[in-house]
């Protein structure tokens, strides 16, 4: 070993010890007659004193960063440090051994308040990963990982692996595609998610599966969703309900907060909140509990209004305690926000000052009539402002949702150091797509509420299904449903979204094939273990509290990913690229 014992341990008791240290160098300080060393590992930082000549003059060598082993004998400070743990003592070094050099130029400071750009701390991560809030966010990550497993076994979960290489299916992106090399022109698929895989497990008679899985989705990346690759914590069970599926996700999700956060946790079990309601209440299906403004309609309100904006539209309101204080500033830059970054044609408001008049924005269409039933039945007090957005219905629902969330954050309106959770229930089993299509609006495994008889009788955009969201402080956490596990019930529900029966053997063979040989009735969910780390740990980028992510534009700055590749290797796998220029 380089050294017994680690840089964040050495105390005052450890005081007439010789010891063997290694690490990196954080600080070097000459001060002519004596040098010091900030020695850094994981453990922590102990200050390494030189005042022997000769290894003075071999000090004037070290630079930042060079990884080196010392020997060394610990003595009390006469100028302590209390900030650090360490700060009672510093190691006299007798010995000092260059292990790694390091380039006098860095890209950038290690553990520097000057935040570099991220694209250049990507290209260098082995540095960045040097950082201590960024460091210890992976430790912090492998220990959730660790309680994840140690809490799904103790609810009697096995963990079993499934494919990398699997067979490409619609299950709502794109793939990523893998060329077979022994199979010319055909392809490989990375798994969105294990969603087949696991429901397989059921039908072989595993009662309770989990996995830490890896799923590869071709999708656009954002500050909270990696690009590529991401990880959760799949799972499902035999002969489950929906209800069974919440109580193992408040079973598990809780716990691991309250281990390693000192944040306000809800406890179990979670509000349960339809999706339209949350569409109507929150205008988005991942609601932030922690912000207490809510959505309501007043379209009836304003069935004869004169204000030509509100003609024939569905109305939408925010009513916003105390907004009265603001000053006009505030109502115009809210409306500037609304029109150039959420899209709304407008953003109309009015004012009831503490004397209980309207002021400004629109206060002059407002009758006294509608005043009223503002006041009595939308709660819109005496000191209040009042926004409205007025659109076609579902533009109205989502612009609301938007003001919603902005109006929470200007005025600190959201709930500090707490995490809220509620699922979303009842989503419906349909949508129409931008073609005006019938497509699943959810999950395409998903049983729909009432079976065989809502698919055979009812308005497809009616049909409800078991499917769930579960969603922490504005962020869909987990999304799961009961599953589809009757063959006579799936034809149906993909016939709807116009696939026929050969489609279905086509895209999911294995699948339809088992549920023709006695398939449990089964459940699951997969929380995502990126995002839940990042809330635990309080970031809003979600590649802090992963090793070695991808950037804003899906590439691996670090490992130069994606490439070119050789002809060769192109030949080995029968492909022939066919690139226009101006994509080159």
Not at 268 to 276: A, D, Q, S, V
Request: hydrophobic letters at 40%; glycine letters at 6%.
């Amino acid at each position: 070993m380089y050294r017994n014992k680690n840089l964040g341990e050495l105390r005052i008791e450890n005081v007439g010890e010789e010891v063997e240290l290694a690490g990196w160098i954080q600080k070097i300080r000459n001060l002519g007659g004596m040098v010091f060393i900030d020695l850094r590992d994981e453990d922590g930082i102990t200050q390494i004193v030189i005042n022997d000549e000769k290894l003075q003059a071999e000090s004037k060598e070290l630079v930042k960063e060079s990884c080196i082993n010392i020997l060394g004998k610990v003595v009390e400070r006469t100028s302590k440090n209390p900030k650090m743990p360490t700060g009672d003592i510093e190691v006299v070094a007798n010995k000092i051994e260059v292990l790694g050099k390091c380039k006098p130029e860095l890209p950038f400071e290690i553990n520097s308040e000057l935040d570099a750009r991220e694209d250049l701390r990507l290209e260098y991560r082995f540095l960045d990963l040097r950082n201590e809030k960024l460091h210890k966010n992976i430790l912090l990550r492998s220990k959730i990982l660790k309680e994840l497993r140690d809490k799904m076994d103790e609810l009697g979960f096995y963990e079993i692996q499934t494919p990398i290489l699997a067979n490409s299916s619609p299950e709502g992106a794109r793939d990523y595609l893998v060329p077979s090399r022994l199979n010319p022109g055909e392809f490989y698929a990375l798994p969105q998610a294990p969603q087949q895989f696991k429901q397989l497990l059921m039908v072989s008679g595993f009662n309770k599966y989990f996995q830490i899985a890896p799923c590869f989705r071709d999708e656009d990346p954002r500050a909270d969703r990696a690009p590529g690759e991401f990880y959760q914590l799949d799972f499902e069970m035999a002969f489950s309900t929906q209800e069974d599926v919440f109580q193992v996700i408040e079973n598990v999700v809780p716990h691991v907060f309250k281990k390693f956060t000192n944040w306000k946790v809800d406890e179990g079990p979670f509000i349960r909140i339809p999706y339209k309601e949350a569409m109507e209440k929150y205008g988005i299906d991942k609601p932030d509990l922690r912000n207490p403004l809510i959505i309501q309609d007043v379209t009836s309100l304003f069935e004869n209004t004169e204000f030509n904006a509100f003609k024939g539209k569905t109305i939408k309101t925010i009513v916003v305690p105390e907004g009265e204080k603001q000053g006009r500033k505030f109502f115009d830059k809210m409306t500037e926000t609304a029109v150039d970054e959420f899209g709304a044609k407008g953003l109309a408001w009015v004012k009831i000052d503490n004397e209980n008049n309207l002021q400004g924005g629109i206060s002059k269409f407002i009758t006294e009539d509608i005043k009223q039933k503002l006041q009595e039945e939308y709660n819109a007090k005496t000191g209040s402002a009042i926004f409205f957005v007025a659109d076609e219905f579902e533009i109205a629902q989502k612009i609301a949702g938007l003001v919603r969330i902005e109006l929470g954050k200007r005025l600190d309106l959201i709930e500090k150091n707490v995490y809220k959770f509620c699922f979303i229930v009842d989503f419906p089993m349909y949508e129409l797509s931008d073609e005006g299509k019938i497509d699943f609006s959810h999950n395409p495994f998903s049983m729909p509420q009432g079976g065989l008889d809502a698919l055979n009788n009812m308005n497809p955009l009616e049909i409800l299904a078991y499917q769930y969201d579960l969603v922490c402080n504005g962020y869909e956490m987990a999304s799961g449903a009961v599953r589809n596990h009757n063959p006579e019930i799936m034809l149906k529900a993909f016939e709807i979204a116009g696939y026929e029966e050969q489609d279905i053997k086509n895209k999911f063979g294995a699948l339809y094939n088992a549920f023709q040989y006695g398939t449990p009735p089964h459940a699951g969910a997969a929380p995502g273990v990126d995002r839940m780390i990042m809330l635990i740990e309080d970031s809003e980028n979600i590649r802090e509290v992963i090793a070695f992510p991808k950037n804003k534009k899906a590439r691996d700055l670090l490992m130069r990913a994606p490439s070119e590749v050789s002809e060769e290797q192109l030949k080995d796998v029968h492909i022939k690229l066919d690139i226009q220029q101006e994509n080159k």
